[in-house]
């Protein structure tokens, strides 16, 4: 352990898997006590991830920082290892805010009070582990911790088909995972050392076949988090079933995590091989935005059109990835952060208009802005973030990748121009199916099923705060980015450099070959792709 004396790193981990414990034992019949528990412990991690990175994290380096290591399972060569960088950082960060908002957001639960705010914590605490770990085996089993406590929240508190959305999350999740072991351990067992940390992996020499199949396992496990097309099936419904808080969750941090191991592991460690599937990336990417925006569009569930908007908008974090640019990495990193943002924040909204009117189809909904005005207005505005509006953090965030890979070297004229189009389609969408939404849950008659209660009806003073909570951030980086890139750049930076050192001016010229070999001949094999690498 070096920067700091303390273990800091270890006490943000286990503050919230120890309270959680603790819950059992604590007097409560209502559950009234154990809610407050929840936010005070959630409140607590949050302000102490706030204070160890102020006072012990150097954000002009992008060095591995803080590291904590000591023996856990030595006989498995498994060690409890943490550390942080600016690839982690900002989504720890926004890792404490979310989860901590989730569990406020979460007030009005009655149903096993001791058993929601135990697994809310324990959550908390595996996510935290998933972006602090520096050991595979450890990064695995956190990321697979992290699927029990997903799984009970929608399948305990979920909607009608809970049940149904809960088991085909587990089994896509955990079937993912298992990409994750085996690649994890053949990186582990190749060349004399067998181990299992991180910065020692990413230091190995793989052959390229290797590291090929090594990318692809990858590719896939996170591919199915992030979600990729087409690996996403599983999102809308789980978004559609799942509890307010379980929504802002899901989409705030866990779908990040898929965006965060893509670039910790297959942009980081496996070099060669995002050289090769880069523009697989863009291409998935473009997808992603396209077929996402178009089935947002045909959607008549609030929640499930919201799910799809998610799956497009992280579109552009494949295309930033693939950029080969500090700026279009830059970019991919605070879209992450940004979507985290305004997804939590609309999904919460969707859980105050489920609230009064007991429905998500929008169809039924018509006219309710007329009776609910504030959270009409709140709606709106995180559209408006949604569909990238200037002065917002998602047009940042969008605009930063859009002008990485406009300005990277390594691809064609014809493929950025291609891949840039259709992206600029599916952005076209956005506003379309947003404001359509918009149109049908508060324009036009009321419809007079609904029986609205007026005196719970608009966004109460807690709601309010909440969505407050988010929307500063996301008003304020869209009016002045730097607050959040400035502390990640230099790592972005350093990540786009160690990608492009196997990317010499010669060799950029063959990569720009490879591509256009690669769009003109579909069926180009993999071992005359790596002949041209080479």
């Not at 023996?71 to 720890?92: E, H, K, R, T, V």
């Not at 007026?454 to 730097?482: M, N, Q, S, W």
Request: with cysteine; proline share 4%; net charge neutral.
């Amino acid at each position: 352990m070096n920067a700091i004396e303390l273990p800091w790193l270890s006490a943000i981990i286990f503050l919230p898997l120890v309270a959680a414990l603790a819950i059992p034992i604590i007097p409560d019949k209502e559950g009234k006590t154990v809610r407050w528990y929840g936010l005070g412990v959630a409140l607590l991690d949050f302000a102490l991830i706030i204070f160890t990175i102020w006072q012990g994290y150097d954000f002009q380096s992008s060095a591995l920082q803080m590291t904590e290591s000591y023996p856990w399972i030595p006989q498995l060569g498994l060690n409890w290892s943490l550390g942080i960088d600016g690839l982690s950082m900002p989504l720890i960060l926004l890792t404490g805010f979310i989860n901590t908002l989730a569990v406020f957001a979460a007030w009005k639960v009655t149903t096993k009070p001791r058993l929601f705010y135990g697994l809310m914590l324990i959550l908390y605490s595996a996510q935290l582990g998933v972006f602090l770990s520096q050991d595979l085996l450890m990064f695995f089993l956190m990321w697979e911790v992290e699927l029990v406590p997903v799984y009970l929240l929608i399948a305990i508190w979920g909607g009608a088909n809970r049940r149904y959305a809960a088991t085909k999350f587990i089994i896509y999740t955990a079937a993912a995972s298992i990409f994750i072991l085996v690649a994890g351990f053949a990186m582990a067992a190749y060349g004399d050392n067998f181990t299992f940390n991180m910065t020692e992996l990413g230091m190995k020499e793989y052959p390229k076949a290797l590291e090929l199949a090594l990318y692809a396992g990858f590719l896939i496990a996170y591919g199915v988090k992030l979600p990729i097309f087409p690996l996403h099936t599983w999102l809308p419904d789980a978004h559609g079933e799942a509890s307010t808080p379980g929504s802002m969750i899901l989409a705030g941090v866990l779908l990040k995590m898929g965006g965060y191991a893509l670039l910790r592991f297959n942009v980081e460690m496996l070099t060669d091989a995002h050289v090769i599937f880069a523009p697989v990336l863009a291409v998935l990417g473009v997808v992603n935005i396209v077929y996402g925006a178009c089935c947002a569009f045909a959607q008549t569930n609030l929640k499930r059109r919201l799910a799809y908007s998610s799956i497009a908008h992280m579109g552009f974090v494949l295309i930033g990835i693939a950029s080969y640019t500090e700026l279009g990495i830059s970019g991919a990193v605070l879209q992450m952060v940004s979507r985290g943002l305004i997804a939590a924040s609309l999904f919460f909204l969707s859980g105050v208009t489920y609230e009064r009117t007991h429905t998500l189809v929008m169809d039924k909904m018509g006219g309710i802005g007329k009776v609910m005005p504030r959270t009409f207005a709140l709606f709106t505005i995180g559209s408006m973030a949604s569909l990238a509006l200037p002065g917002m953090s998602g047009f940042v965030g969008e605009l930063m990748v859009f002008l990485g890979l406009a300005t990277s070297d390594v691809y064609s004229s014809s493929f950025k121009i291609v891949v840039i189009f259709l992206s600029a389609v599916g952005v076209i969408l956005t506003p379309i199916y947003l404001l359509s939404m918009l149109r049908q849950v508060f324009y036009g008659q009321q419809n007079e099923d609904l029986h609205l209660d007026p005196v719970v009806l608009d966004i109460k003073p807690r709601e309010l705060f909440i969505t407050a909570c988010l929307f500063i951030p996301i008003i304020g980086i869209g009016f002045y980015p730097k607050m959040i890139t400035q502390t990640y750049d230099v790592k972005t930076v350093a990540v786009a450099a160690h990608a492009r050192q196997v990317l010499p001016i010669v060799a950029r010229q063959k990569t720009g070959n490879l591509y256009s070999q690669i769009l003109t001949t579909p069926t180009l094999a993999s071992s005359e792709i790596v002949n041209i690498v080479e």
